[in-house]
């Protein structure tokens, strides 16, 4: 992140604290002196907290091979911080002593505590953090460096899952970058061992899992078998995300499990240009990272892949099992697992997943298929929007949909946009129905269900967005599912559900997708995540009778 700012924006990134904040954030902090050229936190510091320099200078430095990379330097009044200090994750940075002085240390907690009693400081420093996040993402500015191939699907999943958490990362191409023998050297690897992350210049991790991923460079809440939290929610989607945020905004002790990233299926739009207040549209991934920011500005803790494998519901609390054996307890549940796209049945289809199909449209994908023939399969609102946005870059866009026409499943400005583009061909009552390639996909067929008839062609990327499977395999006995495996909810849930959320089993809600009955859009699911608190607080506090 260097100095590359004009004055405009310097002053929103860096700004200077007035003479009343510093007296009201100080009581929350601890002063301390120190003296120039000494270290306040070092790269890789987790739950770091902010520094405020109340005199002297501090400079933000980014350690490296070949020396320490200047970031910035702040006077009094400034502060050190962004995204990850709310979050707890580690420190991208270093902060060192450049003139001795005196700082007023805030550890994560009194972050939070301040930001949560004080509106004028909450927005200083939220508005700041989210521009320095943003500025780090766009400058690569990193501790993680992928080292991976265009041709392997490792490398594409290690992508996306930085790229959905929100972690700058840099990469590296063993096909395209010329001094990459130099790298594999340094780090004793080699190009077989790829996809490869090196964590904080420091540690090596081949064809890392997600969760070792997430462990390393500290995305993890620390989970304490013995905590009994009011509410946990499981699932970071749009629902999910809408109930942490007003669980915890109203002083409920909330953990959100999330098995993979922030956003959940509507993480992966392009942009979403329907919902309301956002009239130029915004992405998925903007809108479920602004909405992780809110929840963790009023305390709620997030664990990312960490999935949840089975709930002991005749425990009183509740009882989680996550998938690394460990379990977490709670007094009410809300489920906000949602549901994801279904296969395709064509014969070699897991042979392509990561190398040529792919259930996202993000610039990642675009990036990789451009100027190339593309199908989307699907006739729902996200099809719709990443048959737009593959327009933009690709050859051509090929979508398939099994029935007649899209006005009865998809928003009426996607399927005008679809209609009018030249870039964009509607293939009716299609299905696919060969792949072929080696070893990633070359070339597809399909076939009109009507007629028979097959056309091949040139095509590397599918898009498959059809049909929806519920999550819940692992609360299956505990609360009633309907035939397709959604939850029960509401009226149909029995005499135990005193609200359209509320399942067969108390304190135990379900919002969002995965819900039986629900609309199946991202306001809907944001809708619901807000209301179910209403009927946490009434199971949580009970009126005396």
């Known amino acids: 992140m260097p100095e590359v700012y004009d004055e405009a924006q310097r002053a929103q990134m860096f ?39 109340l005199s002297g200078t501090l400079e933000v430095v980014r350690p490296g091979a070949a020396g320490d990379d200047l970031v910035t330097v702040l006077g009094a009044g400034q502060f050190t911080g962004e995204v990850s200090s709310l979050s707890g994750r580690r420190t991208l940075v270093r902060g060192r002593m450049r003139e ?72 590296v191409d063993v096909d395209v970058d010329k001094d990459v023998q130099v790298l594999l050297d ?64 109203e002083g409920l002790d909330v953990l959100v499990i999330e098995s993979h990233a922030p956003g959940g299926q509507a993480g992966t739009s392009s942009k979403i240009e329907n919902y309301l207040g956002f009239p130029t549209g915004i992405s998925g991934q903007a809108l479920a990272g602004r909405a992780q920011v809110q929840a963790q500005k009023f305390g709620a803790r997030l664990a990312v892949s960490r999935a949840v ?25 809300v489920v906000a697992t949602g549901a994801r796209y279904r296969k395709l049945d064509v014969p070699g289809y897991e042979a392509y997943e990561g190398q040529g199909i792919y259930y996202a449209a993000t610039a990642m994908e675009a990036d990789l298929c451009r100027d190339a023939e593309v199908i989307v399969v699907g006739g729902g609102n996200s099809a719709g929007q990443a048959a737009v946005f593959l327009a933009r870059s690709v050859k051509h866009v090929h979508v398939l949909i099994r029935g007649a026409g899209l006005a009865a499943t998809m928003s009426d400005y996607l399927v005008q946009r679809i209609e009018h583009s030249a870039q964009i061909s509607l293939h009716t009552h299609a299905e696919v129905s060969g792949l072929e390639g080696a070893p990633a996909l070359a070339s597809v067929r ?40 959604f939850i029960v909810t509401g009226s149909k849930a029995g005499a135990a559900a005193d609200s359209p959320y509320a399942t067969t089993r108390p304190g135990v809600f379900a919002v969002g997708d995965v819900r039986s009955g629900s609309v199946k859009r991202v306001a809907s699911g944001v809708g619901e995540g807000s209301v179910v608190v209403q009927a946490l607080h009434r199971f949580l506090h009970p009126a005396p009778e």
């Open 309 to 333: 494998t089975g709930l002991e519901c005749d425990a009183s609390p509740y009882r989680l099992r996550l998938d690394d054996g460990t379990a977490v307890r709670a007094r009410a549940i």
């Open 15 to 53: 700004p200077v604290l007035t003479v009343a904040q510093l007296a009201r954030v100080a009581i929350h902090g601890r002063r301390r002196v120190v003296a120039a050229g000494e270290t306040t936190f070092e790269l890789g510091t987790a739950d770091p907290g902010i520094h405020i320099v």
């Open 186 to 249: 340094h780090f004793q690897i080699g190009v077989g061992d790829v996809p490869v992350v090196i964590c904080r210049g420091e540690h090596v991790l081949k064809n890392p899992s997600n969760e070792v991923v997430a462990e390393c460079f500290g995305m993890n809440a620390k989970l304490d078998p013995e905590a009994t939290h009011d509410l946990v929610v499981i699932g970071a989607g749009p629902a999910g995300l809408a109930a942490a945020v007003y669980g915890a905004s």
């Open 446 to 485: 399909w076939r009109d269900r009507r007629s028979g008839v097959e056309t091949t062609r040139p095509v590397s990327a599918v898009f498959a967005m059809i049909g929806a499977e519920p999550n819940t395999r692992w609360i299956d006995g505990c609360v009633a599912l309907d035939a397709q495996g």
């Open 100 to 171: 001795a002085g005196e700082v007023l240390v805030l550890d994560g907690e009194s972050l939070r505590q301040t930001i949560q009693s004080d509106s004028d400081l909450s927005e200083v420093f939220v508005r700041t953090f989210i521009l320095r996040r943003v500025a780090l993402l766009a400058a690569g500015f990193s501790d993680a460096t992928l080292v991976g191939s265009t041709h392997s699907a490792g490398t594409l999943r290690l992508q996306e899952f930085f790229t959905r958490n929100g972690h700058p990362f840099a990469y």
